[in-house]
Nanobody, 112 residues
């Protein structure tokens, strides 16, 4: 019910923008979050934004990533800049709207 898009191969130092769309059965999500999971590592929070709240970023994302939401479209975006190989991971979208919803993940690979 959450569909991510925008993943792929990015050059070191380059940008990439991820998008996540909620299906029609998800109403008024209050929490929107991007997580990521690198090979052999635990899933970690990258950035989150609550309804009417300020975005929160992991230290690794501060100054490079920007999370934004379009509540009317039930979408959340993750603009990533200055990517480095350590950003390589599967990125997951999460939303809370009475229940917890997860996307299937989208692979981001940063490599030259």
């Amino acid at each position: 019910q959450l569909v991510e898009s925008g993943g792929g191969l990015a050059q070191p130092g380059g940008p990439l923008t991820l998008s996540c769309t909620a299906s029609g059965s998800i109403y008024s999500p209050t929490v929107m979050v991007w997580y990521r999971q690198a090979p052999g590592k635990q899933r970690e929070l990258v950035a989150s934004v609550l309804s009417g709240g300020m975005p929160v970023y992991a230290d690794s994302a501060k100054g490079r990533f920007n999370i934004s939401r379009d509540t009317a479209k039930k979408m959340v975006y993750l603009q990533m800049n200055s990517l480095n190989p350590e950003d390589t991971a599967v990125y997951y979208c999460y939303m809370h709207a009475n229940y917890d919803f997860w996307g299937q993940g989208t692979q981001v690979t940063v490599s030259s």
